[in-house]
């Protein structure tokens, strides 16, 4: 049997957008999700918005009960800004309500709550003055983290600060799946800058308020696959380290911006516009523990016509489809669990070993209701099989030495995600947005339940 450390987190992860439903409703203000939801909603797979999510603000007593059931001890989800704060400096009461009786629940029901505060919902009011390209938004971070804290912080002594910074950059600045969907690297970096010092002053104000706990961040991080050991194709691997990887996991882990980087985005004619206590403010204020969130490999190779200046990533490296790989056959992402090995010994190696959790990893699988059997009942073995491969590549990282405290899936029930909507499923519960969002163990929920109970497997 393959057994884990004493006292091992095991649980799943979502966010607030994603499951609480109640959008426009209990005082939240609009998000960019809301808004763009309101202009384009035949942006968003089969125009399921925001509010059609699987209703947490109502049912979180329910799904606490469910957690239990399949043995989860850890849940990670996050406050919504919007919510707390609808204008950005008065407290919704309300919200204030709903969120200490949904973490007093989870305490009571020995689930320990790690709460995040920013999963790519930005408030439309600070949308409204630029979002992240504006410097104030820094300071309203800053503003809605010291709140969260001097509300919450009886109960929770886990928290972070991002979920996937670099996601919710690339996908609102270059890519298009986030609002405002533009292109343009110049104000990505911009944006990416003001992220990062918007987690900095966050850690700040965490460290001030005296509360009793650990802060992190959770990054979608891990070292580049390249093509080869050419010269160029190294110099993409460097680039996609430096931007991908490097960008907030030093500063976060070492107090640093890679000098690497820093060069790059020089030569590239990107550097963003920085405030001079900076420098010292990264310096100062780094973090207890790291989240990873790991679906799948980043492979890359030299570009095929560079671009100097580089008006995209792609101009500095190119996405390789290599030709080993193993798909997801029902989500079409690449599965490659020996990259979680290789996170661990990164995080060991290079980043001072400090401790550090698996906070994303997850199957998403299209009309997964294909595989209910007739009880109604999904079941999902290729999920398990997922899971067992991914924990066998950790656990080998663990002995070798890697401080890793937890493993949490994405996610505990079928969630709605941003422009896909509720495309790809990857909860333990499905749920029935039909019948009262009726929620339906699989037969993962069911092997994870065994596998906490032994706090490891076969
Ligand atoms: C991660 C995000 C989640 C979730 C997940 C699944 O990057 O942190 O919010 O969306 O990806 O993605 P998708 O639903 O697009 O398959």
Redesign the pocket.
Same mark, same amino acid.
């Given at each position: 049997m393959l057994k884990f450390p004493k006292e091992f987190l095991w649980g799943a992860a979502a966010?607030a957008p994603?499951t609480e439903g109640h959008s426009l409703m209990n005082g939240k203000s609009a998000t960019t999700w809301d808004k763009w939801f309101e202009i384009s909603p035949e942006k968003f797979n089969d125009k399921q918005g925001p509010s059609d999510t699987s209703n947490t603000y109502e049912l979180y007593r329910e799904d606490v009960a469910n957690m239990k059931k399949i043995g989860m001890n850890s849940y990670r989800t996050s406050i919504s800004w919007a919510r707390l704060l609808p204008d950005g400096q008065h407290l919704n009461n309300e919200a204030v309500e709903f969120y200490r009786a949904y973490f007093q629940e989870m305490l009571d029901n020995g689930i320990k709550p790690i709460i995040n505060l920013f999963?790519?919902d930005m408030p439309w009011w600070l949308m409204e003055k630029g979002g992240w390209e504006n410097r104030e938004s820094v300071d309203d971070f800053a503003f809605y983290a010291k709140t969260a804290f001097e509300q919450f912080g009886d109960l929770i002594t886990e928290w972070t600060t991002f979920?996937?910074p670099m996601?919710h950059i690339e996908c609102g600045y270059l890519y298009k799946f986030h609002y405002p969907a533009v292109v343009d690297m110049k104000r990505a970096v911009q944006v990416g800058y003001h992220t990062l010092m918007a987690h900095v002053l966050a850690v700040k104000e965490f460290r001030n308020s005296g509360i009793n706990g650990r802060i992190g961040i959770i990054l979608?991080v891990l070292p580049a696959y390249g093509r080869s050991d050419e010269s160029a194709d190294l110099q993409a691997k460097k680039a996609s380290d430096l931007i991908n990887t490097q960008s907030f996991l030093d500063p976060a882990v070492l107090g640093k911006i890679p000098a690497g980087l820093i060069e790059l985005f020089r030569q590239n004619n990107l550097l963003p516009v920085t405030e001079v206590e900076d420098t010292e403010l990264i310096k100062m204020n780094t973090v207890d523990f790291i989240g990873i /969130?790991y679906?799948q490999p980043r492979r890359v190779k030299a570009p095929t016509n560079p671009k100097v200046p580089a008006e995209m990533p792609e101009d500095l490296y190119e996405p390789y489809d290599w030709p080993d790989k193993k798909i997801n056959p029902y989500?079409g992402w690449e599965i490659y669990p020996r990259a979680l090995f290789d996170i661990a010994m990164m995080m060991k190696d290079k980043y001072r070993n400090i401790p550090w959790y698996v906070s994303?990893n997850?199957m998403?699988v299209a009309d997964e209701s294909r595989f209910k059997d007739d009880s109604g009942m999904i079941k999902d073995q290729y999920r398990i099989d997922f899971i067992k491969e991914h924990l066998e590549q950790l656990h080998r990282g663990i002995e070798a030495g890697s401080n890793c405290f937890g493993y949490h899936m994405?996610t505990f029930v079928d969630c709605w995600?941003?422009l /896909?909507g509720y495309?790809?499923r990857?909860g333990f519960y499905s749920v029935d947005l039909d019948n009262n969002y009726q929620r339906t163990v699989k037969k993962s929920g069911l092997w994870f339940k065994e596998l906490t109970k032994n706090n490891g497997f076969e």
């Open positions: 966010s994603q999963h790519f979920n996937e996601v979608n /969130n679906y989500r994303e997850g998403g994405w995600s941003w /896909n495309r790809n990857y």
